[in-house]
């Protein structure tokens, strides 16, 4: 049986390793080689159809093959502006199909048209069927049109952020849920322990949801020119969830019902005008001797033994630690501005990465741009910075530290499980899932709780000027809009990533400056040489028994196996 159970798995293992490198040569051999840039054609317009997910920043250089590419704001920013200046480009059509990415995401691509508008070229945005983000992104075209067939619809839902609830859940299966929490209204422990929010979590979370919500309605309201009470008029009145052509050409949403060819045709256009935005490679302006390094931090805050770049949506210290060199290496930097977008993650990971910028910070200005989310560890990491300036869409705050152990002592009586731990030192044996937890290793817990939130609290109130009378009133796990941030002094201004950029240099006293994106970009090799897929047998982890397979889904709950720094909730 032993004999035959090797043979299987060295049968699985070859064909796998096979099926990599069949892959990857596939992908070496045809995708690593970027393909020349298209030719412009006459009377050009620039075509940006984004689609799917929309990052802030891509860590990888585009590998092109199977004709897919997936471009990033900065990506999509930086060759709008550029086609503003370029003569060959006649105009700009935008045509989104169900984009993901958040409010400061659209905010700056909108900037970005903003200053292709101010060219003076014409900018038209086409639609079937819009979801709310597609119609921001569109909302900012001079004039938008829309397919005018009873099955295509335009729908705006507002903002909303979903927790679902999983005590009843846990109940029936025996399972006991720890919620080690500092910070009454640090509501991720909540959706464990309950059966819904607080009053107290519910109150801050819709406190902060209205500021972004009146955000979003002035958007529309300024693209559109539109009263906003008219604009909130729609989102909370009208009769049905998708608005036809005709319905959204009658509240002013839209400029004409009419099909894509007809829209064409009126414009004197055809597909041989376009030249897709992926396609279009405009010449790299000259770089101006002093630079201001833009760091982009994105994803949950987690530990790492090495520098993956295959988790480029990630953040850990040794990542920050690579980025802190890299940017030492370049001499004609002169500040570095942090472009944090993370609802935070390890506590401790949170720690090192605040010690890796305090360190960067005594060698240059560092000014913090916080994207569509800077909490909890996020915001502990933007704590480091000399100057804080949040995007009107940020939600940000959080400071509090939450932790949470299951106890499944009730589960494995209900499926056959016993657990029996032979020790020695009085925390031996301390976290076995199938046994009841020692009500002193409880307590310890809970006192090393309050030392990680108070570490917390005490990086905020050196770094804010905030008193220690005052800064129970903005932690407790309380989370922000970025007016009640500014209110409340977790941050020095209101502005976009151009501001930042701007602050940074008048603080390096520099008038002529160019910026220069970090991480620098790895290429597939780099990605392959550091990653583990070739490590298959690592990869592959099979558990043959129900109790296993859920004691590793329950280990998962809390991801780093340590307090963590991290926002409750996800925003829609």
């Excluded at 869409?393 to 032979?422: A, F």
Aim: with cysteine.
């Amino acid at each position: 049986m032993k004999s035959n159970k090797t043979f299987l798995w060295g049968c699985l293992i070859f064909l796998v390793a096979f099926i990599a490198a069949c892959v990857l040569g596939f992908i070496f051999t045809f995708g690593s080689a970027v393909p020349k840039s298209a030719k412009i054609p006459t009377n050009a317009w620039l075509y940006l159809n984004p689609s799917a997910m929309i990052s802030d920043y891509n860590e990888i250089e585009d590998v092109k093959f199977f004709s897919v590419t997936s471009f990033s704001v900065q990506e999509i920013n930086s060759k709008i502006i550029a086609a503003a200046k370029d003569k060959r480009i006649k105009g700009l059509l935008i045509e989104p199909k169900m984009i993901m990415t958040n409010y400061p995401a659209l905010g700056e691509m909108s900037l970005a048209i903003e200053t292709f508008q101010k060219s003076g070229k014409p900018i038209v945005a086409f639609g079937e069927n819009f979801s709310q983000a597609d119609y921001l992104l569109a909302s900012c075209a001079d004039k938008i049109y829309m397919e005018p067939s009873a099955s295509a619809g335009l729908a705006l839902q507002g903002v909303s952020a979903n927790m679902m609830f999983y005590k009843e859940m846990l109940d029936k299966l025996g399972i006991k849920m720890h919620i080690l929490q500092s910070g009454a209204y640090k509501g991720a422990g909540e959706p464990y322990s309950q059966m819904e929010l607080s009053k107290g979590t519910k109150d801050n979370i819709d406190a902060a949801l209205q500021g972004i919500y009146n955000h979003l309605l002035t958007f529309v309201a300024k693209n559109r020119k539109l009263d906003p009470a008219e604009v909130k008029d729609i989102f909370e009145n009208r009769d049905d969830f998708f608005l036809t052509a005709n319905k959204a050409k009658d509240l002013k949403l839209i400029d004409y019902a009419m099909g894509r060819d007809e829209m064409l045709s009126n414009l004197g256009l055809s597909e041989d005008n376009f030249i897709k935005i992926g396609s279009y490679s405009p010449s790299s302006p000259k770089s101006k001797d002093s630079k201001i390094a833009v760091v982009y931090l994105n994803g949950n805050i987690t530990p790492s033994t090495n520098y993956e770049f295959s988790s480029q949506n990630y953040i850990s210290s040794t990542k920050v630690k690579k980025i802190c060199k890299q940017i030492r290496d370049d001499k004609d930097v002169k500040a570095v501005v942090l472009r944090i977008n993370s609802p935070g993650g390890s506590a401790l990971e949170s720690e090192l990465i605040y010690q890796q910028l305090i360190k960067l910070k005594k060698d240059y200005p560092l000014v913090i741009s916080m994207g569509g989310t800077a909490a909890s560890g996020g915001y502990y990491i933007s704590c480091a910075g000399d100057y804080i300036i949040a995007d009107p869409g940020t939600l940000t705050g959080s400071i509090g530290v939450i932790g949470l152990i299951p106890e499944t002592v009730g589960l494995g009586k209900k499926i056959g499980v016993r657990s029996q731990t032979i020790k020695y030192g009085k925390f031996a044996g301390a976290f076995n899932l199938f046994e009841s937890y020692d009500s002193a290793l409880i307590e310890s817990l809970k006192r090393n709780s309050t030392g990680t939130y108070n570490e917390f609290q005490q990086r905020v109130m050196s770094c804010r000027n905030i008193t220690p009378e005052q800064i129970e009133s903005v932690a407790e796990g309380r989370i922000f809009n970025a007016e009640d941030a500014l209110e409340n002094n977790l941050i020095d201004e209101i502005g976009t990533l151009d501001k930042a950029i701007n602050k940074a240099a008048s603080l390096a006293k520099v008038t002529t400056y160019s910026s220069t994106n970090y991480p620098k970009k790895a290429s597939l090799m780099e990605v392959l040489k550091e990653s583990n897929l070739l490590n298959v047998k690592e990869q592959i982890q099979i558990s043959n028994t129900p109790e296993l397979q859920m004691e590793k889904y329950l280990k998962q709950i809390s991801p780093t196996g340590e307090w963590l720094y991290l926002m409750p909730l996800k925003l829609d």
